[in-house]
């Protein structure tokens, strides 16, 4: 018997690597993607994940192409997490129409594409795990990052809607949506509020931190094992929910 292919978009670094990682300790065989070679070559050298294809969520040609060449390297894929995503910031007033529209390419267009993909095999297959990493702001607003909450709503409103449309096939469809994470997403969110703000880095830290009732951000590994959780044979029952990771910032 096999061990399930699981397939990580966004898995060169931040959560899509902890979740490769945290996937090949639970005995999966785990591909990850990215637009990269040289750093998923490193996360598949550092033991990260078993096998790496590139790939450009936003191109539907690439993505095709990607999940063909996976397919070939480590059979079909039982386990798909699309954690491909990303934010601009800045006032609502100062942003164009083509900051949504890339904020939407990417955080949804790209998890719709990969669906499209995996979803003809699961249901033939009769099993089959989807999900999608959101966040809080599929949940609440933030102020500046207009575009990134408008993708990441309209994100969990596929997952719901692919949930319901799935729940008699065997593949489930769910969300887990983080709160501010020690990732690099957040590092580089940090770093460009620093440079646009002339604060200390470590007061805007601070602040994001304190949006977690801890008083922490989380770690990516504590994403990725809510991922795995979702992700399990067990987890059968589980199906269009979201999930937030964020130590009580919403329920």
Do not use: W
């Not at 607003?141 to 409103?157: D, N, R």
């Amino acid at each position: 018997m096999r061990t399930r292919h699981v397939l990580v978009s966004g898995g060169s670094r931040g959560i899509g690597r902890a979740v490769a990682r945290h996937m090949i300790r639970t005995g999966e065989t785990v591909t990850v993607t990215g637009r990269d070679a040289a750093t998923l070559q490193e996360v598949v050298q550092a033991g990260d994940a078993h096998h790496y294809v590139v790939c450009d969520v936003t191109d539907d040609h690439a993505v095709v192409t990607a999940c063909k060449k996976a397919v070939s390297q480590a059979g079909p894929v039982d386990v798909l997490v699309n954690n491909a995503g990303g934010s601009s910031s800045g006032r609502f007033g100062t942003m164009a129409v083509r900051d949504f529209v890339d904020a939407f390419q990417l955080n949804v267009l790209g998890a719709v594409r990969l669906c499209q993909s995996v979803l003809p095999g699961m249901v033939e297959r009769g099993t089959g795990r989807i999900v999608n990493v959101a966040s809080t702001a599929a949940l609440r607003g933030y102020e500046y990052v207009a575009p990134y909450v408008t993708a990441k709503h309209a994100l969990l409103g596929l997952t719901r809607s692919l949930a319901l449309e799935y729940a008699r096939s065997g593949v489930t469809v769910n969300a887990v949506c983080p709160g501010f994470t020690d990732s690099d997403l957040v590092s580089a969110s940090i770093a460009r509020a620093a440079g646009k703000s002339g604060r200390p880095a470590e007061d805007i830290r601070a602040e994001f931190a304190r949006f977690n009732p801890r008083g922490c951000l989380n770690t990516t590994e504590e994403v990725a094992i809510a991922v795995a959780f979702l992700c399990s044979i067990g987890a059968s029952a589980v199906n269009g929910v979201a999930l937030p990771v964020a130590g009580g910032e919403v329920g």
